[in-house]
């Protein structure tokens, strides 16, 4: 078997047969999956509230590890989520905005804190009603209540 340094002697009069190998594992890269890790439990997002405005849907998602412990969204508790924008209705589609979602320490209302953007915090009655989101797409939004799909819900 040939020692490494005569290997390297033998491939100095081949440069091409180095580029063929970089393109082999360049090839490799792309085509093996970027994780074959599976999501953590923060990655699964349940649909807590949704909203509709004039031209717009406006829906909060929260992680189902939170949603479905055994105690629940907490009075006075604050979670990371998500709000989604749909304005499909003017081809604009649907963007996923990280949100900071606290349920009021009484219990009667959620508050959706859109920190990425500068916004007021939005309040909204846990039992639905209308809000504002931000003045371009999300006025007069008419909600739902929160965690509508839980019929126990605040039981």
Known sequence: MPSPTNRVAAMEGRPWLARIGLVAAASLAVAAPASAKPSGDQAWMIRMLACEAEGARMEVYLPQSVVFADHGLRAGQTVNGYYTLDLTGANKGKSLEPVRV?????????T????????????????????????????????????????????
């Open 102 to 110: 606290t349920l009021s320490a009484d219990r009667t209302t959620v």
């Open 112 to 155: 959706v804190d859109q920190y990425t953007r500068g916004l007021r915090p939005t309040r909204i009655p846990l039992g639905g009603g209308t809000v504002d989101f931000d003045q371009r797409f999300g006025t007069a939004a008419k909600c739902g209540p929160f965690r509508a799909q839980d019929p126990n819900f605040g039981n």
